[in-house]
């Protein structure tokens, strides 16, 4: 049986690899809804692992707090190595 992504280490860092980047980015989760057009609960949710993001959906998050997404999924590889 496998273990959903949910539940395993590297989705932890994921998750807080979005907040530092928003937080990075001198944002608060109103201040990004905002930049997405969407309600503070949605980046709430994604921070949380509540809400899982398509990948338009992490590259718009990764654009709203001045990254690209090739950075961003860079730096999630180099945390994930170590």
């Known amino acids: 049986m496998s273990t959903k992504s949910i539940h395993k280490a590297e989705y932890a860092?994921?998750?807080q690899q979005l907040r530092d980047l928003r937080l990075a980015a001198g944002l608060t989760q109103v201040g990004l809804s905002v930049?997405?057009?969407?309600?503070?609960?949605?980046v709430s949710d994604v921070e949380r692992g509540?809400?899982?993001?398509d990948l338009l959906q992490?590259?718009?998050?990764?654009?709203?707090?001045?990254?690209?997404?090739?950075?961003?999924?860079?730096?999630?590889?180099?945390?994930?190595a170590g």
């Not at 509540?50 to 993001?53: A, F, K, L, Q, S």
């Not at 709203?64 to 999924?73: M, N, P, Y």
Request: charged share 25%; glycine share 6%; aromatic share 10%.
């Open 58 to 80: 992490l590259r718009d998050f990764c654009t709203a707090c001045g990254t690209s997404l090739k950075a961003f999924v860079s730096k999630f590889e180099r945390a994930l």
């Open 35 to 42: 930049a997405l057009g969407r309600p503070q609960s949605y």
């Open 50 to 53: 509540e809400r899982r993001m």
């Open 13 to 15: 860092i994921l998750l």
